[in-house]
């Protein structure tokens, strides 16, 4: 069946670039997203790439795929104590989305 | 800009209970989705529903859930008689196509706890 993989923690220093991992195994996906969820917050939606790209800049977030080894990640250029926070990588297939365990980020002042 | 909002955002209930979580979606989406998440696990598909019925489920939604849009603003996850397995964050998510291609939009979140 369809699944997810992420490290589950990443500790980075305020200033620095941050990288978080993810694969996935349904070839099929269409789109790839990333989320934020907060301490006791639901899912923020950060950012998303179309299967047919391999790259995706928003601000500080990059979004990089490749789809031959399924492998997504997201870059945080100069990353903010406000960026602590959990990241889940997804992927949607027909009506559902599937998450992976998500990536603790701490960011150290 | 339109949000989905869910009620109530924590709900305390005893073991066989039966709980009624409500979403209310934006309002000119057509496909409406139920998530949970267990404290410190993935965030799990529960089911997703268009054209007042269910289009997809997992194996998670058994008997004890059902879900249900009572009028044109509501979709509601009804869990007929909780388990302590139940705790667990539950998001709404809505959009305005099929999930592949259409973004979905999360609700903040029930926290459901089953004592």
């Known amino acids: 069946g369809e699944d997810v993989e992420q490290s589950l923690f990443l500790s980075v220093r305020e200033g620095d670039s941050s990288v978080i991992n993810c694969t996935y195994t349904?070839?099929?996906?269409?789109?790839l997203y990333w989320y934020k969820q907060e301490p006791g917050a639901g899912l923020q939606l950060l950012t998303y790439?179309?299967?047919?790209?391999d790259m995706k800049q928003d601000q500080r977030l990059t979004v990089l795929l490749n789809k031959k080894d399924k492998h997504l990640s997201l870059r945080i250029a100069d990353t903010q104590t406000g960026d602590s926070a959990i990241y889940f990588c997804?992927?949607?297939?027909?009506?559902?989305?599937?998450f992976g365990a998500g990536t603790r980020l701490f960011v150290k002042a | 800009e339109p949000e989905v909002t869910q009620t109530p955002s924590h709900q305390v209930t005893q073991m066989g209970q039966e709980v009624i979580l409500r979403c209310v979606p934006i309002?000119?989406?057509?496909?409406f989705y139920w998530y949970r998440q267990i404290l410190g696990q993935k965030v799990e598909f529960l089911v997703s529903?268009?054209?007042?019925?269910?289009?997809?489920k997992s194996e998670i939604f058994d008997d004890q859930f059902s879900v249900e849009r009572p009028d044109g603003s509501n979709f509601t996850l009804k869990i007929r008689s909780t388990k302590l397995e139940d705790s667990a964050m539950y998001f709404c998510?809505?959009?305005?196509?099929?999930?592949?291609?259409?973004?979905?939009?999360f609700g903040p979140g029930t926290r459901l706890t089953v004592t």
């Open positions: 529903f268009y054209n007042n019925e269910i289009s997809e």
């Open positions: 997804a992927e949607t297939g027909g009506f559902k989305t599937i």
């Open positions: 309002s000119n989406h057509l496909y």
């Open positions: 998510a809505s959009s305005e196509g099929p999930g592949q291609q259409y973004e979905q939009y």
């Open positions: 349904d070839s099929s996906s269409t789109y």
């Open positions: 790439i179309f299967s047919n790209m």
